[in-house]
Nanobody, 125 residues
Framework: QVHLVESGGGLVQAGDSLRLSCAAS????????MNWFRQAPGKEREFVAV????????KYTDSVKGRFTISRINAKNTVYLQMNSLKPEDTAVYYC??????????????????WGGGTQVTVSS
């Protein structure tokens, strides 16, 4: 059985940093692109960042470019999201997801194979 477990969320002030982690089990982690999505209250889930299976390629939504960094350690079955210069508009539940390692699927919510349960990030102004 596949499990994706996020951690590292919390309540911070604008300008602070957080590092989210997502630990995976029950799947061949190195075969999957790993994605981060987020969902703010009253809004649809949106793509944040994705990293390819062996970590060569990354992609970010425009609003986080230059502030967030996605990385992974396949030996630890873990993907990270380093979030710097946080803004109140970054407040959301953050989800990691494992999906196909293809250009067409990376960052596409409906293409994901597995989802974590989410971790809350709240940024106060």
């Amino acid at each position: 059985q596949v499990h994706l477990v996020e951690s590292g969320g919390g309540l911070v002030q604008a300008g602070d940093s957080l590092r989210l982690s997502c630990a995976a089990s029950g799947l061949t982690f190195r075969n999957y692109a790993m994605n981060w999505f987020r969902q703010a209250p009253g809004k649809e889930r949106e793509f944040v960042a994705v990293i390819s299976a062996i970590g060569v390629n990354t992609k970010y939504t425009d609003s986080v470019k230059g502030r967030f960094t996605i990385s992974r350690i396949n030996a630890k079955n873990t993907v990270y999201l380093q979030m710097n210069s946080l803004k109140p508009e970054d407040t959301a539940v953050y989800y990691c997801a494992a999906g196909p390692n293809t250009d067409q699927a990376m960052g596409v919510s409906r293409a994901m194979n597995y989802w974590g349960g989410g971790t809350q990030v709240t940024v106060s102004s």
